[in-house]
């Protein structure tokens, strides 16, 4: 799924949201962790409303799962933890191709740090040399991916086609991600 760009969004590793929130509120004279869910969960739902899924994103998650394999969605988010995600997901109508959420808010670091590669792995309950992570941020997805040991695929939607990149496949539409997972399943098989 394709987030709603914000400017706000902290960088580095470490995840901001609960400062970012507690300070606002605390301008207003709030405080509390109910009054940030209640933020979070607000604005998470806005940003739910505001997204739409890359185009073949959604024919990736049917075949990944119709073979049987694992599907685990990691994201730096600012608003929505993983079981806000899900509830994305169900509100979207396919709740059924997801198998788990890693976000970088439950997580409390942010992509590229190990920690969020190393949650995904438990949620895919498999070895990182079974794992395919597909992401389409070099610095953020395929090299600390690749680091860990997963076969990876570069996917450039949103900037130029990536004539130096780590991964093992680089693609520029989730169709051709698609016929890349098909051909190494098939191989495999072999």
Known sequence: MKAVPSESLPT???????EVVNASLARIGLDGEEAQATV???MGLLTVEESSFFTGALDLLRLTHESGLRNVIVSNTFWTDAGG???????LGVPELVDGFVTSLDVGFRKPNAAMFDA??????CDQTECVFIGNVEELDIIPAAERGMRTVRVCIEEPFAEHSRADAVVTSL?????????WTSSASD
């Open 12 to 18: 580095g590793e470490a995840q901001r949201t609960a």
């Open 175 to 183: 169709g051709q991600a698609a016929d890349v997972l098909r051909s």
């Open 40 to 42: 979070r969960r607000a």
């Open 120 to 125: 995904a792995l438990a949620l895919a309950e």
């Open 85 to 91: 995600t899900a509830r994305n997901f169900e509100r």
